[in-house]
């Protein structure tokens, strides 16, 4: 079996170094020296493109771009990868969602994932006038996703559910193939919801021991269910040719942060509901209050994990860092405990992606964990001095 890649895209900007903000911070608090234009990102998707990925995770909050326009926007650049459509169930009907995915796939047969988020931050749900509880959320997006899966499979649906109510809903023409819904969440709500509707259940990047529970949990409630689900992770990554190199990029990045600045995001990442962001801040919360963080290595929490990402941005907080062998060699630990599928990102993105494309994914290829096609095109030969290298 090989894994699918998949590479995210900061529709919030980008930088030399960790960009603050993200779920759980307020819009605006994301500090970035590089604009995410669409000239940029397309060369992101179409780097991703030729190293044989097969998508872009496209983030939906209030501190970002809206996904779907993006991903829009982004489908012409490439020609066969994929764009993982992050959205919030109850912000938008079921029915006009449904509309939205199976437009896109009409145009880009193949080519739309939705990632489905359903919200762990009650004030940035309030600024877009969704009031329900967190399980009353996840209740919604239970019904919401009862009404899309039936729409895809060319039924005409009617609920009257407690929060979703649409009468005769139907589609002109269902996608074909029918989206993949990706599906994450670390709360007891979030378990069943995951077990009925998620085609790939995704966490953010725990250390492996901490993975395979997530992975064994969902999976008991999925076979209840009748249902099988595939597994995905999100993650950074620092890979360079040497560890040294890397942990030496690390080290830049956290010298670059001051207290004030960690203790500020901090505060904003302390609101939060999320569960699976709990779990993200707990990972760094000794090294913040024995003021420890500012040495890079004393964030590693597992071999090669940093913690260090999550100082200052919400949501995915950990890295792999080390040298190309050896984030492949953590990657394997991940597949081990059940991984198909792992999302990166770095910073700036671009560049990383190059270093990540060019380092480890040959070794992947080598170990046969990953088949994703890739450019044909041999290296360059110069007249009188052979290939290039």
Not at 200 to 227: D, M, N, Q, S
Not at 367 to 385: D, E, H, M, N, Q
Request: proline share 5%; aromatic share 8%; net charge negative.
């Amino acid at each position: 079996m090989s894994i699918q890649l998949h590479w995210f895209l900061p529709t919030y900007g980008d930088s030399r170094f960790i960009v603050g903000g993200g779920h759980g911070l307020p819009a605006g608090a994301a500090h970035s020296d590089r604009d995410a234009s669409i000239d940029y990102l397309a060369s992101i998707v179409r780097a991703a493109e030729t190293f044989g990925f097969t998508g872009a995770l496209i983030p939906t909050g209030a501190w970002c771009e809206d996904a779907f326009v993006t991903a829009a926007l982004l489908a012409r650049e490439t020609t066969s990868l994929g764009f993982l459509v992050a959205f919030r169930p109850g912000l938008v009907s079921p029915t006009l969602s449904a509309q939205m995915a199976a437009t896109f796939a009409r145009h880009a047969p193949g080519r739309i994932l939705l990632n489905v988020v359903v919200g762990g931050e009650a004030h940035e749900q309030r600024s877009f006038g969704d009031h329900l509880s967190k399980d009353d959320r996840y209740a919604r997006c239970d019904e919401f996703l009862d009404v899309v899966r039936g729409l895809f499979a060319g039924e005409t649906v009617t609920l009257a559910g407690k929060h979703v109510n649409v009468e005769e809903a139907a589609l002109a023409v269902p996608p074909n193939p029918v989206p993949p819904l990706y599906f994450g969440g670390s709360s007891p709500a979030a378990g069943p919801v995951a077990a009925r509707h998620a085609d790939v259940y995704l966490t953010w990047g725990e250390p492996p021991e901490a993975v395979r529970t997530k992975v064994e949990w969902i999976r008991g409630l999925a076979a209840k269910e009748g249902r099988d689900v595939r597994f995905g992770i999100r993650l950074h990554t620092i890979s360079r040719d040497t560890a040294d190199e890397a942990w030496a990029q690390a080290d830049r990045f956290v010298a670059a942060l001051d207290e004030e600045t960690v203790a500020n995001a901090q505060k904003g990442l302390h609101r939060s509901e999320s569960e699976g962001q709990r779990r993200m801040l707990a990972l760094h919360e000794e090294h913040r209050s024995n003021g420890t963080w500012s040495d890079a290595r004393s964030l590693e929490i597992a071999p090669n994990l940093w913690a260090g990402v999550g100082l200052v941005r919400g949501g995915a907080g950990t890295a792999l860092v080390g040298s190309h062998t050896e984030v492949a060699d953590r990657m394997a630990e991940y597949v081990d405990v059940g991984i198909d599928e792992f999302i990166f990102s770095g910073y700036p993105h671009l560049e990383e992606l190059f270093w990540f494309g060019e380092g480890v994914v040959p070794i992947l290829r080598e170990r046969g964990l990953f088949k994703g096609g890739a450019s044909t095109a041999g290296p360059a030969s110069i007249p009188f001095v052979g290939s290039a290298r």
